[in-house]
């Protein structure tokens, strides 16, 4: 059976799941592509204003799709990376292939002997897909309104990313985590996704802690400073939180 006829789900439409559909659709094959956001992208479309590409421009593109002439900045920003990604699904068909707003929720291979399944070791990243090809997947996709469909495919691609979906949370012991705090505790992932302008009314006049010293703890503290001009602290950490006290109070529960 020929790669056209094999039908093929892609889990997420970021940078790594837009280009598996271009190349299956040059190959014959029409990929079905889920993504649990409202936009192709991946983590772009939904970054802070503030967030420009850490490399230069020339180090992150795709081979076959040049960045238009109107950017001329080294290090684009957010929006530009996020405008260069939909045209790329665009240029290439891939848009079509698109499902937005549809969360894979579990998945299954169906078909083969369980022994079979439990023999594979391959999860390591081998280049090699699993199995025999026997059996087939069965994903279970939710839509945004609750609504459950079942998909059965030949193949399944993975491009589900390490950066969105789940905010790094750690756990703390009862009473001293952000309940024990007398402002806002936000993580920078929900910051994102706010939105610019609500973001910083959230910021405005207030005295923020940004804890973690990561890139996004840096474009939040630049956002800060830009709205405040001051009243920045930072905390070396490794999980990112925002924590915006209502009165003014610099108060840190992690630290
Ligand atoms: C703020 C920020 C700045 C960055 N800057 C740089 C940089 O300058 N240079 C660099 O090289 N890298 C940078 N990165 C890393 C960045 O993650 C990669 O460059 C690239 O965008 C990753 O693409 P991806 O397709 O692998 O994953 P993602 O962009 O994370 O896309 C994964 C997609 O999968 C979807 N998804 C996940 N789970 C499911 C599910 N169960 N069902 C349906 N959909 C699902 C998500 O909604 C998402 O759209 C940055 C990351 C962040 C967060």
Redesign the pocket.
Known sequence: MGLDEKSVAI???????LAACKHLLERGCRPVV????DAVG???PN?MEG?R???PRHM?RYSDFPWPDSVTEMFPNQRQVADYLHAYARRFGVLDCVRLG???TSMEYVGVAEEEVVAWEEWAGCGQAFGSGDGEWRLTVADDEGHIEVHMVDFVIL???????YPNIPNFPPGRGPEAFDGKVIHSMDYSKMGSEKAKEMIKDKCVTVVGYG??ALDIANECAKVNGKNIQSSIKHTLFLLVSETETLLCPFC
């Open positions: 889990v997420g439409a970021g940078v790594s799941g889920f993504d649990a956001g991946g983590v772009w970054a967030t590409l850490q490399a992150y549809h969360r894979v491009c589900t990313g390490r950066f969105s979906n890139n996004s």
